[in-house]
């Protein structure tokens, strides 16, 4: 999910892609432009098809701090949307921002190269900014009606620059609706998400607008 630096998920739009499955998905690019709800601001993010897997990138434009920020994002994962890497650049007021993740094979994470001890293990990144990537679990999970989840998650914190687990849960209601938890933040509600896995309605977070 998306909180800490506050925000994240969302309402996003347009999405053009079906899947009988993770992996016989023939995907359409999609992008969408959320609004943030608790404080100003805007991101907009394209999800692609690359070699190998898929890609998130986009650009969350916001207000942090009584300060403007402006983050570019692209989050790289598998075929089975496993994240792979994730790269964060931009800055807050006056301050350059730069991050790159990496997830190995064996599970562990680096953070700008650095072992990032206590998320070991962990499938998903959470960049805690944006609601973009939430599609991931969702994707990954791919839950049928009634089914539940926990998605524990690699999140970004800001701006003590240090990935932490982030215990999520999801509960698929209906074929557009999910029931979602991330109890650190005290965030208890239902997400609207499109067939491409853009939540459409994060309440209290995120709107789509296009």
Not at 66 to 89: F, I, M, N
Not at 116 to 141: H, K
Request: proline fraction near 4%; include cysteine.
């Amino acid at each position: 999910m998306k909180h800490g630096w506050h925000a994240t998920r969302k309402r996003g739009i347009v999405f053009e892609f079906e899947f009988d499955g993770v992996d016989s998905m023939t995907l359409t690019p999609a992008s969408i432009l959320w609004r943030r709800l608790d404080v100003e601001g805007h991101d907009s993010c394209l999800l692609s098809q690359v070699k190998g897997g898929y890609c998130l990138s986009g650009q969350a434009i916001f207000v942090q701090d009584d300060k403007p920020c402006c983050l570019a994002y692209e989050v790289v994962c598998d075929a089975g949307w496993q994240t792979k890497s994730a790269r964060v650049d931009g800055f807050l007021g006056l301050r350059a921002l730069r991050y790159a993740i990496e997830r190995a094979a064996d599970g562990r994470w680096t953070l700008n190269g650095e072992i990032q001890r206590d998320v070991a293990g962990l499938v998903d990144v959470d960049l805690g900014f944006t609601p973009a990537s939430n599609l991931l679990a969702i994707r990954r999970f791919d839950l049928d009606v009634g089914q539940a989840t926990p998605a524990p998650a690699a999140y970004l914190t800001f701006p003590e620059l240090r990935l932490t687990r982030l215990e999520q849960r999801y509960r698929r209601l209906d074929k557009v609706r999910y029931a979602y938890a991330a109890p650190l933040f005290g965030y208890d509600d239902t997400l609207e998400v499109s067939p491409t896995g853009f939540v459409l309605d994060y309440p209290g977070l995120w709107t789509r607008v296009a």
